[in-house]
């Protein structure tokens, strides 16, 4: 079911006490500590591990965010802790569940948001990381910030503290729209201080990928060999005022100037215009351009909440596409993998893409550690025989050129 369709049906049904029932629901995740002392799920984590090299296992999409409790910036939109806004409320504390802070001390949340992440990279080989995302406002056309419009604002230096101070667990992604005026200096302080990429969302930050406004931030980039990772199709998690700029053909204009782009989720939900005006599957405007000859060493996709319900259909053709897999990199969106209700173990075995003696060893995984449950759900998935490759998990390369 459609995010947004399900968080409006679940709110017309509950009692405003939605947040301290969430985890004791069937839909919440129970945040159980440690990992589970289970003989079938040491297997599975034995077989996930199995011929990867953790030093180079860079989860490629995760968010950090919060409450804005902890003094260094992060912001979140008072919308969201208002009843008179029920899906974004429902919204934030499921996500506050699936994170495993919806209990957490008021004015502590922030702290507890990377406390429980970097438990649960720990229960992850020595070498293993996330990448954690910024994430700037949206920006009005004259490139002035406008918090209204915004869902949530996680700055920068934020992201660069957090990674130094857990710098064996943590690389840093930066978030710099490009109609800001300071943009290139913005971008190259990031790059200075250890930024590994730049992320955006189009559809939520007002940012058009294909205009002429984002041409000096393009050169700036290429010109510093830092990828974008840009979210590509329909967004249901932010406010998103202006679907059309999630339109994977609108990141032509980035690969033309020499930017190495990143289609987060392979633009695997929704649907956009075609260069004809037809409407038709986001996916396949991704898979369009990864046909083009031009954009084979610049276009990547993330799989990232690819095992979502209303994601996981591209899975068939992203395990089938051998020739795509090179240029595939694993990643989280951390933290949905905890919310129960976005990934049905059961569907994906009907579908014919996970063995379904694997649905108990990896439901109780997810009960533990949400982000072990994605890594390991993924490298079992399979079809036909064809699972996908180790590369595609040993993403450091890619943010770590020789």
Request: charged share 25%.
């Amino acid at each position: 079911m459609h995010r947004r369709m399900f968080l409006a049906a679940l709110v017309a049904a509950a009692p405003p006490a939605l947040a301290s029932w969430v985890r004791k629901s069937p839909l919440g995740n129970p945040c159980r500590p440690g990992l589970p002392d289970d003989a079938e799920v040491r297997a599975v984590l034995a077989r996930t591990w199995n011929g990867l090299d953790p030093t180079q296992v860079w989860d490629a999409h995760a968010h950090l965010t919060g409450l804005g409790d902890s003094g260094k910036g992060v912001w979140i939109s008072p919308e969201m802790a208002s009843w008179k806004h029920p899906t974004l409320r429902a919204r934030r504390d499921f996500l506050l569940n699936a994170a495993c802070v919806d209990d957490a001390p008021a004015g502590h949340v922030d702290a507890a948001y990377v406390a429980h992440l970097r438990r649960l990279l720990d229960d992850q080989p020595a070498g293993a990381k996330a990448m954690l995302f910024a994430f700037d406002h949206y920006h009005n056309d004259q490139g002035q910030p406008e918090p209204r419009h915004s869902t949530f604002y996680v700055p920068n230096a934020h992201m660069r503290d957090v990674a130094r101070a857990h710098a064996t667990r943590f690389e840093w992604v930066a978030s710099v729209h490009p109609y800001r005026a300071d943009c290139v200096a913005a971008l190259e302080q990031a790059a200075a201080e250890g930024a590994r990429a730049v992320k955006w969302l189009p559809t939520g930050q007002n940012i058009d990928p294909a205009s002429p406004r984002c041409d000096r931030f393009y050169t700036a980039l290429a010109r510093l060999n830092l990828p974008l990772i840009s979210h590509a199709g329909a967004e249901a998690t932010v406010k998103a005022a202006h679907e059309a700029y999630g339109n994977p053909l609108r990141l032509r204009r980035a690969l033309e100037a020499g930017v190495r782009v990143v289609a987060a989720h392979c633009a695997s939900h929704g649907k956009d215009l075609d260069d004809r005006g037809r409407r038709v599957p986001s996916f396949d405007l991704f898979t369009q351009m990864m046909d083009t000859p031009a954009y084979a060493d610049r276009l990547f996709g993330d799989i990232s909440a690819m095992t979502q319900n209303n994601r996981a259909a591209a899975l068939h053709t992203v395990l089938a596409r051998r020739d795509w897999h090179p240029r595939l990199l694993n990643g989280s969106d951390y933290p949905l993998p905890g919310a129960r209700a976005l990934i049905s173990l059961r569907k994906l075995a009907i579908d014919g893409l996970l063995d379904a003696d694997l649905i108990g060893p990896l439901d109780s995984l997810r009960n533990h550690n949400a982000l072990l449950f994605d890594l390991a759900l993924k490298r079992h998935l399979g079809k036909d025989g064809q699972r996908l490759p180790v590369d595609v998990f040993q993403t450091r390369r890619f943010f770590e050129p020789a």
